[in-house]
């Protein structure tokens, strides 16, 4: 071969080269198309993490306050991608998505790497599409309402079965601010002329079955984080038999739940 072959070789495959990293890089660079609607990435399941809010009694201003920090430090600890949604238990023991709020998170300015991409214009896009429509829904989720009956059970298991929840998706949480004093058909609480709370409740399988043969194992690997409301004349119980009595339910339904205040 002689020189003047070998330097035009050299030189195909440096052009070679150079188009391959130019391909490389506009593939890297492209963005990932996003439904607009969700802010999720196009026929992906992200992680989805849900707050639900039981209005079935009322609250003070001061425990309203607390469940606003308590969304927006769910807000704050959200990953990038990863999917919010605002639900309440309303005044009509339904399950309502407040405000249809149920987007994926885009990210922040300060969750992106500013070599390859503006965090200014990247928190601006953030404050627009995501933390402006919360806000908006915070302004209704938190105004106190009151409720004939207080479903919790139910609920929890209906949302379950939401497609955008259901046991195909990962990472499911539910972040549930409530009383957890039930009053349906299934059971109640209240109702104290009849006794003590174990002998006004039905047994704990029982419930778990009636919610299987409702609603599937809908609930099974659902992360559950409790924060708790407390009741005048009731505190005893939702920390004591109340609080057991639930966690034997969950337990039963594969659901692990955990305990915290407002």
């Not at 309303?90 to 994926?104: D, H, V």
């Not at 209240?190 to 704990?204: E, M, S």
Request: aromatic letters at 8%; a negative charge.
């Amino acid at each position: 071969m002689s020189g003047r072959d070998a330097i035009g070789l050299f030189n195909l495959a440096v052009v070679a080269a150079v188009i391959g990293g130019i391909s490389y890089a506009a593939f890297k660079l492209t963005p990932d198309e996003y439904d607009s609607q969700t802010l999720c990435l196009a026929d992906a399941l992200p992680p989805h993490r849900v707050v639900v809010i039981d209005k079935t009694d009322l609250y003070s201003p001061e425990q309203a306050g607390g469940i606003e920090a308590l969304i927006l430090a769910e807000r704050d600890g959200l990953a990038v991608g990863e999917r919010f949604s605002l639900y309440e238990l309303n005044e009509s023991g339904q399950l309502r998505n407040t405000n249809s709020f149920s987007l994926c998170n885009p990210g922040a300015g300060e969750q992106v790497n500013p070599l390859y991409r503006n965090p200014e214009r990247i928190q601006a896009r953030y404050e627009a599409l995501f933390a402006d429509p919360l806000d908006r829904a915070l302004a209704d989720l938190v105004l106190p309402k009151d409720a004939p009956s207080s479903p919790i059970i139910e609920a929890l298991a209906r949302l379950a079965q939401d497609p955008s929840f259901d046991n195909t998706v990962p990472g499911r949480r539910i972040v549930l601010v409530s009383d957890m004093l039930q009053n349906s058909e299934i059971f109640s609480v209240y109702g104290r002329r009849r006794g003590a709370l174990d002998v006004r409740i039905p047994p704990a399988d029982t419930v778990a079955t009636a919610i299987r043969d409702t609603y599937g194992d809908s609930l099974r690997g659902v992360g559950l984080e409790i924060h708790l409301i407390p009741r005048d004349r009731w505190e005893a119980e939702q920390r004591g038999p109340l609080r057991d009595y639930w966690n034997e339910v969950f337990r039963r339904l594969g659901v692990n739940a955990r305990w915290a205040d407002i």
